[in-house]
């Protein structure tokens, strides 16, 4: 499974807008059906330029399911977002493998 990562700083002068059109614009993403879930943190550490700074994490079905979002959905989601807040908003994004995953059981 890969991991699309979106991590983006945002002014404090937009970021109630921001947040509000994250959590629209992440169900749209979603529903390209090329995801099955997405998690939305805030970093933590404080940057030196200042902001906020979030992670935003999309789980795809496959690599596949991931190129195939990049080709047919990427470009005409970004441009919102760039038109709203391109001056304001610094964003870049990683690709992660998972190898294997752990969860900790009770008895």
Excluded: C
Aim: aromatic letters at 12%; zero cysteines.
């Amino acid at each position: 499974m890969i991991i699309y990562n979106v991590t983006a700083n945002i002014d404090e002068s937009i970021h109630d807008e921001w947040l509000t059109w994250i959590k629209e614009h992440i169900p749209q993403v979603l529903s390209t059906g090329k995801f099955e879930k997405a998690t939305l943190s805030r970093v933590l550490v404080e940057e030196d330029m200042g902001g906020v700074t979030y992670s935003i994490q999309y789980r795809s079905y496959s690599r596949e399911a991931l190129d195939a979002y990049y080709r047919e959905d990427a470009e005409k989601l970004r441009a919102d977002g760039m038109k709203k807040f391109a001056d304001k908003m610094l964003a870049f994004r990683t690709e992660l493998e998972i190898i294997d995953e752990y969860s900790v059981t009770f008895k």
